[in-house]
């Protein structure tokens, strides 16, 4: 009987020194708790609700901690890379509200809903449409630099679009003389490649010129093309002598 005593004080110790030192629960004294984001929980004595930790927020996996506590339809889930825990969605999936922005999760849009409502400001209330990103044209989001390189030089233009359906890239050469050219062509010093992410629904893709020289001076065109529309940006490739 001993052993199993010691063994219970063990286990439940830290929600033993945490209710020994509540006073007597008097809910007149708790504060209001009407903007919290991610809904509310009982706190550590039992007494009062208290915001609950948001997707994202560091939390405790027993009653008991300092962090706090997870929200609605949240769960608090070790991390082993960092050794922490944080507040995760119980529904891992993108979804698309009613004001046509993908969110990462249902939390996330849920979250957004609640601060709408009370920033008093009428925005319209918000919803979910359905599971999954929402449908939308391109965007680049991290666009190609002008670039200005000695002769001989490789460079490259990096370019990264995003949308749904996922875009495709593909690249085209304005030169000086007025020219326009689509990329890939038949000159073996410039090669385009392209590939999907960093990010879900997300495109990258590279041009490159092996060997610079003043024939590929002109601007160069990213193009992020899916079956809701086209959208472009540009970047001025320069050559220069390399003399000292």
């Known amino acids: 009987m001993k052993f199993k005593t010691i063994l219970i004080l063990v286990v439940t110790n830290t929600w033993i020194q945490a209710e020994s030192s509540c006073p007597p629960c008097e809910p007149d004294t708790c504060g209001s708790v009407d903007t919290c984001l991610?809904?509310?929980?009982?706190?550590?004595?039992?007494?009062?609700?208290?915001?609950?930790?948001?997707?994202?927020?560091?939390?405790?996996?027993?009653?008991?901690?300092?962090?706090?506590?997870?929200?609605?339809?949240?769960?608090?889930?070790?991390?082993?890379?960092?050794?922490?825990?944080?507040?995760?969605?119980?529904?891992?999936?993108?979804?698309?509200?009613?004001d046509g922005l993908t969110y990462s999760s249902p939390c996330q849009l849920n979250e957004e809903s609640t601060r709408r409502m009370y920033a008093q400001q009428n925005l319209k209330e918000l919803r979910m449409d359905y599971w999954g990103p929402c449908i939308s044209p391109p965007i680049i989001?991290?666009?190609?630099?002008?670039?200005?390189?000695?002769?001989?030089?490789?460079?490259?233009?990096?370019?990264?679009?995003?949308?749904?359906?996922?875009?495709?890239?593909?690249?085209?050469?304005?030169?000086?003389?007025?020219?326009?050219?689509?990329?890939?062509?038949?000159?073996?010093m410039i090669s385009v490649q392209m590939r999907g992410g960093p990010e879900p629904y997300m495109a990258t893709g590279w041009a490159q010129i092996i060997s610079l020289d003043p024939t590929y001076s002109g601007t160069y065109h990213c193009i992020a093309t899916n079956s809701q529309g086209k959208v472009y940006a540009s970047a001025k490739v320069g050559v220069y002598n390399d003399e000292i």
Not at 149 to 157: R, V
């Open 141 to 188: 989001v991290t666009p190609p630099f002008d670039t200005f390189a000695p002769i001989g030089h490789n460079i490259t233009l990096d370019c990264e679009a995003k949308g749904f359906p996922a875009p495709v890239i593909s690249w085209q050469y304005d030169t000086f003389s007025g020219n326009s050219i689509s990329l890939p062509s038949d000159d073996e």
């Open 38 to 98: 991610a809904g509310t929980v009982t706190d550590l004595c039992g007494c009062c609700q208290v915001c609950g930790r948001s997707e994202g927020e560091l939390c405790d996996t027993e009653k008991g901690g300092e962090l706090g506590v997870c929200g609605d339809n949240l769960v608090c889930t070790h991390v082993e890379e960092t050794d922490q825990s944080i507040c995760q969605c119980t529904q891992q999936k993108m979804v698309c509200g009613s």
